[in-house]
């Protein structure tokens, strides 16, 4: 497992990469606002798509309601 940090002055991107396939993508901004998470098509997640949505190799912004 392999993670890959990218920040700059506005957001911090963390990437975590199994076997050189990105399996998790998160995505903190700096300006307070909630952190929130990349879902990728191949990931083995079922993603719901909007009707008539095409997503193409673009993933999904999901954010986390709940956390324990």
Same mark, same amino acid.
């Given at each position: 497992?392999?993670?890959?940090?990218?920040?700059?002055?506005? *957001?911090?991107?963390?990437?975590? %990469?199994? %076997? /050189?396939?990105?399996? @998790?993508? *998160? *995505? @903190? %901004?700096?300006?307070?606002? &909630?952190?929130?998470? #990349?879902?990728?098509?191949?990931? /083995?997640?079922? #993603? &719901? *798509? =909007? +009707? /008539?949505?095409?997503?193409?190799?673009?993933? +999904?912004?999901?954010? =986390?309601?709940?956390?324990?």
């Amino acid at each position: 497992m392999e993670q890959i940090v990218q920040e700059d002055d506005k *957001v911090r991107i963390e990437e975590t %990469r199994v %076997r /050189g396939l990105t399996q @998790k993508v *998160v *995505v @903190k %901004r700096k300006d307070g606002t &909630p952190e929130y998470e #990349i879902l990728l098509g191949d990931t /083995g997640k079922d #993603i &719901p *798509v =909007r +009707q /008539g949505a095409d997503r193409g190799n673009a993933g +999904q912004r999901v954010w =986390r309601v709940l956390s324990f």
